[in-house]
């Protein structure tokens, strides 16, 4: 079945730094979301990419559709004490156009910490 | 406008009793999908469901079961528990339109002793 690549699993962060983190898979996908989630929490969508090769951003944060449509990265800039958690990527495959959506494939996490 | 919303946030059931979740999407929203998270295999699709049907299956056993209300709300159903059922079930609302945005609800824990 699909998967997805996500790395770093973990990382930490010092206030003000940047951070990357990426998915890939082997398969195309149509709709790449990222998703942030704390601790006792469902998932938070932050940014949703739906062409490939769009590049969006949502503050401090941007993502990008890869052009091959088999990957994506999230960036966060200029990172506070309020980015840490665990961040997700998730791939959508349409199952077939007119209303139909595919269900969401993600990836394991990455989850940031703060350096101690 | 409210976001999605499931009941109960917690619950423990023994091994071999039943369970049933709720969620309620976000107005408007016509598709329900329900994921389980777990520490060791992420998260994971169960199914979703557009007016009142089931539309799309992960691979889960028979014993997960679901359904769809006139008002777009959900219930899942869990049969005959298995302490590996122990996890966090998330229920993610969005509009008809393909690719469209999930959101998601707070989730029910469940713990199965």
């Known amino acids: 079945g699909q998967q997805l690549n996500q790395s770093p699993q973990s990382m930490f962060i010092q206030e003000g730094e940047d951070v990357s983190m990426n998915c890939t898979s082997s398969?195309?996908?149509?709709?790449w979301l990222w998703y942030k989630q704390d601790p006792g929490e469902g998932p938070v969508l932050l940014i949703a990419l739906y062409k490939a090769g769009e590049l969006t951003s949502n503050g401090r944060l941007t993502a990008q559709f890869g052009i091959t449509r088999k990957d994506s990265f999230l960036n966060i800039s200029a990172s506070i004490p309020s980015d840490v958690g665990i961040y997700f990527c998730a791939g959508q495959t349409y199952l077939n156009y007119g209303g139909s959506q595919g269900n969401l494939i993600f990836g394991k996490g990455t989850k940031l910490s703060v350096k101690p | 406008k409210a976001g999605v919303t499931q009941t109960p946030r917690y619950l423990i059931k023994t091994r071999g009793q039943q369970v049933t979740l709720s969620c309620s999407p976000i107005?408007?929203?016509?598709?329900v999908s329900w994921y389980q998270q777990t520490p060791g295999q992420g998260l994971q699709f169960l199914f979703e469901y557009f007016s009142e049907t089931q539309r799309n299956k992960g691979n889960f056993p028979g014993r997960f079961s679901g359904r769809q209300f006139s008002n777009s709300r959900s219930e899942m159903n869990v049969s005959t528990l298995e302490l590996g059922d122990s996890a966090l079930y998330l229920c993610a609302s969005s509009l008809e339109t393909p690719g469209g945005e999930q959101y998601f609800g707070p989730g029910t824990r469940l713990t199965v002793t």
């Open positions: 398969s195309i996908f149509n709709t």
């Open positions: 107005s408007g929203h016509r598709s």
